[in-house]
């Protein structure tokens, strides 16, 4: 089975949401590998900090049914559609990337830009995938996060309990 990693993000009642999006992908895809929770402004329009991280997870679904239960879970948690693409969320769930693959599937892009353009979703990624390669530059994340400009976007790691530990500190 490959490994997909997914980006998680929240700015709308964050702990709750990020919480429950959690309970309901280690619900499906136990065990969850998962990184620090990272505390973002909001990127592209003016809002409330978001909560971020992201989690590996082994399946065999395909990319496409994959992407159809991700957006249950966000609808589940009262994500709106059909607004601005820049705009609040209390969850978001994105597919970064699927084993090697790349491409286009079922409308979902493989890898995802963002992993290249923002700090939300690189540093956490390097955090649990350090040594994977990101499968279009052939350059492990570990060493992406190293060359990324930090001056572009804040960011810092928060406190986040989780299932009664502590999943992540702040600094």
């Not at 992201?54 to 948690?77: C, P, Q």
């Not at 994105?94 to 939300?120: K, M, S, W, Y």
């Not at 649990?128 to 990324?148: C, F, I, S």
Request: charged content about 20%; proline content about 6%; glycine content about 10%.
């Amino acid at each position: 089975m490959p490994c997909v990693y997914l980006s998680i993000g929240s700015n709308i009642e964050r702990y709750k949401h990020v919480t429950a999006g959690l309970d309901r992908l280690n619900t499906c895809f136990s065990p969850l590998v998962i990184s620090s929770v990272y505390e973002s402004e909001s990127v592209g329009f003016n809002g409330n900090p978001f909560l971020n991280l992201v989690v590996g997870l082994e399946t065999d679904l395909e990319i496409g049914a994959l992407s159809a239960l991700l957006k249950g879970i966000e609808d589940d948690n009262g994500r709106v559609r059909g607004g601005p693409k820049f705009a609040p969320r209390t969850l978001d769930v994105d597919i970064l990337t699927c084993g090697d693959q790349v491409g286009c599937f079922a409308g979902v892009q493989i890898p995802r830009n963002e992993i290249l353009t923002n700090a939300f979703v690189l540093w956490p990624l390097a955090e649990v995938a350090p040594l994977d390669m990101h499968p279009v530059v052939g350059k492990n994340y570990q060493t992406l996060w190293r060359e990324y400009d930090k001056s572009t976007q804040k960011l810092r790691p928060v406190n986040f309990n989780w299932q009664g530990r502590l999943i992540s500190q702040g600094a």
